[in-house]
């Protein structure tokens, strides 16, 4: 059984909170993890490079000299890859397919297993709520000098886009505000330290649980 603090917005602990076993308590496997990141990090990918073939270089449609008689090599294109501004053998295109296929399960258990992690490190940091009435970097800045979060690389998840919070996070270094619709891998294994509300863990709990 694996249990959370759980602090008010002052930074103060009011309680503890059990995790779900099925989310937050399950076997790691760090090579299923790498695999589904690896496929993430490819499906990314943006084939950017390009170069042109012999058929996709411009000219080059007459045959430069006559085959015999000039004491010169055979040619028959001035676009043949051997010669100055001819096309390119097999350089890279831009047509070139980087995505791989992940299974959903496979993705979610991914998931779970770094949400395990996460717990088994006491990196989970629950408040009973997170709220800021206006958009204001300082305001944030303070609340992230409490005991809880301070010096931590932090990812705070909210059930739903608040403007307040994630303007004034902004700007802030080490800190991402996502909502809980887009919460992926990627980014659980890129900030070490989670911050939830109370009201986004049972929204995460019945979302990963019911996935199983």
Do not use: C
């Amino acid at each position: 059984m694996i249990k959370a603090k759980v602090y008010n917005q002052s930074g103060q602990e009011i309680k503890d909170v059990t995790l779900d076993k099925s989310v937050f308590d399950v076997n790691i496997k760090p090579a299923l993890v790498a695999e589904v990141a690896v496929a993430m990090l490819a499906n990314q990918r943006k084939p950017y490079a390009h170069t042109k073939g012999r058929s996709d270089v411009r000219g080059g449609g007459r045959k430069p000299w006559k085959q015999k008689g000039t004491g010169r090599a055979r040619h028959g294109s001035i676009r043949s890859p051997l010669w100055i501004g001819g096309g390119v053998t097999f350089g890279p295109s831009k047509e070139k397919n980087f995505t791989k296929k992940i299974n959903k399960k496979v993705k979610i258990n991914a998931l779970r297993m770094v949400l395990t992690d996460r717990a088994r490190q006491n990196n989970i940091i629950i408040f009973d709520d997170i709220k800021f009435n206006e958009i204001k970097t300082k305001a944030v800045a303070d609340w992230l000098k409490i005991k809880p979060l301070v010096d931590k690389k932090i990812l705070i998840v909210l059930n739903r886009y608040d403007k307040n919070i994630e303007r004034s996070a902004r700007n802030i270094p080490k800190v991402k505000v996502v909502p809980l619709s887009s919460l992926n891998l990627l980014e659980l294994l890129e900030y070490p330290h989670l911050v939830l509300t109370e009201s986004v863990l049972d929204n995460l709990v019945r979302k990963y649980k019911a996935a199983i």
